[in-house]
């Protein structure tokens, strides 16, 4: 085996046979290690924004058997200033390994091979379920070269669409129904339509989806009516080009008596909805259209034949919709170099602060005791 490491976003275009083969021989992946996210997420985030791309490739001969999308950052960890690597996207709780399942070894190898590459304090890294042997894999690995590893948990929501909508929304609560029944009947006497663009669509049809999803995101309460950086914009632009371009793109669009309300960019793949980004307009935040988009969304998905919704993050809000959350694992390896270290010291005492306060993960704030990560 031979492991890579790549830095520059460039280099990606290159690699996309091989790792959509691999793509394909990985049955429990989601849309955040495909290259048709990331190559977008590092080509419009890498450098400032998003940290330095630092990407690992495991070769068995000529074949790709494992890809590790991982970013170099600097910044503070519980008030020490660390380099800090995680996975793409940055600043997310979410990420993954793309590892062939015939290949469970790969884990194992990547993380001496990174240690010999760069010089790093901290390494996050999220994605584990509960118990997976990459996890096992890198505690084993850890230990050997000095790493301390600590986990903590943290979970993603699904809806099982499996039965159909009927069944679906027969098992949310009865006081988050009536809500939705209740908002629902406001937005329908105001006059509604729900549109967008979904798997491919006319060329014109995608670059006026994209114009409406930006001027939803500037009226969002986000932005408070700013421009939408022109990061997000390349970002979002392109993501939206390339999906419809492979037939995997989901983006409903609300209006609101003949307004823009509320969007939802997804990405469709093996029978999943995989919910990348939403936002609605601040002016109709009473109508909740965010909620109402959902319900509707579900409806044409489960119509459609798809059986699973996943939209990573435990936030308390989901808990409304969501079917279950499925727990995770995520690593911490804190480096034997001095601001590894003292940050290691940073998470053992904050680590029952955190606890006490916060318990079990529900929403974006620090789970476990983990570290408050600040850029520099």
């Known amino acids: 085996m031979r492991i890579d490491w790549v830095s520059h976003p460039g280099a990606l275009e290159a690699l996309e046979p091989a790792w959509r083969d691999l793509e394909a021989a990985v049955a429990g992946r989601t849309h955040l290690s495909s290259f048709d996210f990331l190559s977008v997420w590092y080509r419009w985030y ?8 630092l990407i690992g490739l495991a070769w068995h001969g000529r074949e790709l058997v494992g890809v590790a999308p991982l970013t170099l950052v ?5 008030g020490i200033r660390v380099r800090r690597i995680e996975f793409a996207p940055s600043d997310v709780p979410a990420g993954e390994f793309l590892i062939r399942d015939d290949h469970p ?38 230990a050997r070269h000095g790493l301390s590893l600590h986990t903590g948990d943290h979970a993603f929501a699904v809806v099982d ?8 929304f027969a098992r949310l609560s009865a006081h988050y129904r009536r809500n939705l029944n209740g908002r629902g009947r406001k937005i329908q006497a105001a006059g509604y339509d729900v549109g967008g663009v979904y798997r491919t669509d006319a060329p ?27 990061a997000h914009r390349g970002f979002l632009g392109d993501l939206v080009r390339r999906l419809a371009g492979r037939g995997t793109l989901a983006l409903p669009i609300l209006s609101i008596g003949g307004r823009d309300a509320a969007f939802i960019l997804g990405v469709l793949e093996r029978g999943c909805f995989y919910d990348v980004t939403l936002a609605y307009d601040e002016s109709f935040a009473k109508l909740s259209p965010g909620a109402f988009l959902m319900q509707q969304t579900l409806q044409r998905l489960a119509a459609a034949g798809i059986r699973t919704v996943v939209s990573h993050g435990a936030h308390a809000y ?7 959350f499925v727990p995770q694992t995520r690593a911490l390896l804190f480096a034997p170099t001095v601001r590894g270290l003292a940050a290691r010291a940073a998470h053992v005492a904050l680590r029952p602060f955190w606890q006490r306060l916060l318990g079990r993960q529900t929403d974006d704030r620090p789970a476990d005791g983990d570290l408050v990560w600040r850029p520099a």
Do not use: M, Q
């Open 46 to 53: 890498a450098g400032a924004y998003g940290g330095t791309p």
């Open 74 to 78: 600097r910044g503070r960890a519980g």
């Open 105 to 142: 070894e790969v884990a194992a190898a990547l993380l001496p091979s990174l240690i010999r590459a760069i010089a790093f304090d901290v390494l996050c890294l999220d994605g584990f379920d509960p118990g997976a042997p990459h996890l096992d894999a890198l505690r084993h690995e850890a």
């Open 161 to 168: 669409l499996r039965a159909g909508y009927d069944a679906y």
């Open 204 to 230: 014109d049809r995608i670059e006026t989806a994209i114009n409406r999803l930006i001027a939803i995101n500037e009226a969002s309460y986000k932005l408070e009516g700013r421009p939408l950086a022109h």
């Open 318 to 324: 989901k808990r409304d919709w969501a079917t279950a």
